[in-house]
């Protein structure tokens, strides 16, 4: 393992930093950037970093993510970002050689009504939850670059590119928002206000029937 050079993108976040922190203990040689290092969203600047890097192995946990209430005011922001990061990482990792990457979805890709639980095969089976349906979108759009670019060039390149859908995770370097954040990072963030101070803040918006599994 400590001849394979890996790029995880999005080491910083939630499932960035935990990635990293495994692969520290295989011993692996890793490649990060930041965001202020590297702009995901450049085409032209992405290739170059790849074709100097050269990496075996990517990871895709970049992305532009929130709750509800950031998908509902920045639509066009989450469609638009996700769409070009994952495509431009995605094609720079065929460019430069690249046989193996892992893709991280998300289970919101799937249709708002539909059967629990839920299968793979019910994706694009029926219509998106309205309220992240761009971010959705985005991400189908990544599942399926993985997909064609197996289907084209999978028996004569090797490429094996992958995709997983993470679902309902929480943990350190989550985002806590008071308001871009997602329900159980929200919850905790309320509870450690509530804990600390006596009057924490009270941000309330939609009709609370939604239902939420944990």
Not at 84 to 94: L, R, W
Request: glycine share 6%; net charge positive; hydrophobic share 35%.
């Amino acid at each position: 393992m400590s001849k394979i050079k890996i790029y995880v993108a999005g080491h910083n976040g939630m499932v960035g930093s935990a990635l990293v922190r495994y692969l520290k203990k295989k011993d692996v040689n890793l490649v990060q950037k930041s965001r202020n290092e590297l702009d995901l969203t450049n085409q032209a600047k992405v290739l170059k970093f790849f074709r100097k890097e050269k990496p075996h192995q990517v990871y895709i946990a970049a992305a532009k993510a929130g709750g509800i209430f950031a998908n509902k005011t920045k639509p066009a922001d989450f469609i638009y970002e996700n769409l070009m990061i994952q495509t431009n990482i995605i094609h720079a990792s065929f460019l430069t050689g690249v046989k193996k990457l892992l893709f991280l979805g998300s289970s919101c890709i799937y249709p708002k009504n539909t059967n629990n639980p839920i299968k793979e095969k019910q994706l694009l089976t029926g219509l998106l939850e309205p309220t992240n349906e761009p971010y959705a979108v985005a991400k189908i759009a990544g599942i399926k670059i993985c997909e064609s670019y197996n289907r084209q060039y999978g028996d004569n390149n090797g490429v094996d590119y992958r995709s997983v859908m993470p679902t309902n995770l929480y943990g350190p370097e989550d985002n806590y928002h008071s308001t871009n954040s997602h329900v159980i990072p929200a919850l905790i963030r309320r509870f450690h206000e509530a804990r600390i101070n006596s009057k924490p803040e009270v941000i309330i918006w939609g009709s609370g029937k939604p239902k939420r599994e944990f």
